[in-house]
């Protein structure tokens, strides 16, 4: 009888683990998506849920069913540490170019059978070969922006825009934000001292930080997605953040703000990608993710909830999406400078040695420990 009881006690126990494990489902498949926190349509406000519409798209398509595990990070130093633990796996991710290029060096991310992803074509020859990425193998341009300087006027005088001076400016002390993050933070400095972002001459990364050490005290707090709050109630001044994230902050700004947005001479302009990790499961579904979001439906809705520029040109050349977006966010978003391959490849993030980002970390943890 107690050997009975034991087989029956075994046989639920197995029962409930296959049900948490989804052993109930083998026909659903799924798919893990890693990606930016507010950087993809979701549903909300009238926007189409991309996601969901993929799940529908797929199911349709194909006759099975699939389920997207959608997480996010709040920096690709965050993403980089989760995905080198080894302890998840994921099946698309979009990091930013310096971090692609790094992933790459360590044999992180697998190369793309494009054959899966004929809505390829539909990227601008401006937005591929970049250096990141020179052979187009590894990444699909998801957004590319420029990192400016938002503040709200109805706190800053107007005198004091412009240039990366406000962010040391001791007039707004306790009501600067500055980045959570060590690559974009040191960069505001060496940004504002004439410095190479990209330097391995420590001497470099050490004058960078005694220009943050003397921010410090006029910081009111560190922050990466906490600044969308923090800005658009009026709790912060000033904060340096990506270009299409202004606008997000714009259109929820509590009465009394009144916010602004400019682009420093020099700062860093990026692109972020889709790409597919060693770890993936399942890579022809990952391809066929990559593809769908490539469409003229998601990627246009997806550059409309963003306010990212879209590398997409049935996105950028769609008159519906111009009228949309509006004049001032289109001449933000997209700039229309004539040299911008130029620009990028100068002033963007590159990949550093291993010694050197170690040394960077050293700093950036005395920095914020102190």
Request: charged residues 20%; aromatic residues 14%; proline residues 3%.
């Amino acid at each position: 009888m107690k050997k009975l009881t034991a087989i029956l006690v075994l046989a639920a126990l197995a029962l409930s683990l296959c049900l948490l494990a989804g052993c109930g489902s083998k026909d659903t498949l799924t798919l893990n998506v890693y990606n930016w926190g507010e950087y993809i349509s979701d549903g909300s406000e009238g926007s189409l849920d991309t996601i969901k519409a993929f799940e529908e798209w797929y199911a349709e398509t194909y006759g099975t069913k699939l389920r997207v595990n959608y997480t996010t990070f709040a920096s690709n130093e965050d993403m980089y540490a989760k995905l080198a633990s080894g302890a998840v796996s994921y099946d698309v991710i979009i990091p930013s170019d310096y971090m692609i290029a790094r992933l790459i060096q360590e044999n992180m991310l697998l190369p793309l059978d494009f054959s899966n992803i004929p809505n390829y074509e539909f990227i601008g020859e401006d937005y591929r070969g970049l250096y990141y990425d020179p052979d187009d193998q590894y990444t699909v341009p998801y957004t590319y922006g420029v990192v400016g300087v938002i503040y709200n006027a109805a706190m800053v005088d107007e005198t004091d825009a412009g240039g990366w001076d406000l962010m040391w400016n001791e007039k707004y002390a306790g009501n600067i934000l500055q980045f959570n993050n060590s690559r974009d933070a040191f960069a505001t400095a060496q940004y504002k001292l004439g410095l190479d972002v990209n330097s391995t001459d420590r001497a470099v990364w050490d004058e960078a930080l005694a220009e943050l050490k003397t921010q410090a005290p006029l910081v009111k707090s560190y922050v990466m997605d906490e600044i969308y709050n923090m800005m658009e109630s009026g709790e912060a001044a000033v904060g340096a953040y990506y270009a299409g994230d202004y606008f997000t902050m714009l259109d929820a700004q509590a009465e009394g703000v009144d916010l602004r947005f400019y682009y420093p001479e020099n700062t860093n302009y990026f692109f972020d990608a889709m790409c597919i990790p060693s770890c993936c499961q399942n890579k022809e579904l990952a391809e066929i993710f990559i593809n769908y979001m490539l469409s003229e439906e998601p990627a246009i809705a997806n550059a409309e909830y963003i306010w990212y520029a879209s590398p997409n040109s049935v996105v950028y050349e769609n008159e519906d999406y111009l009228e949309e977006m509006g004049e001032e966010a289109i001449a933000i978003l997209y700039p229309g400078i004539e040299n911008f391959r130029e620009l990028y490849n100068r002033c963007a993030y590159r990949n550093l040695d291993a010694e050197t980002l170690d040394y960077i970390n050293t700093l950036w943890e005395s920095l914020k420990i102190n």
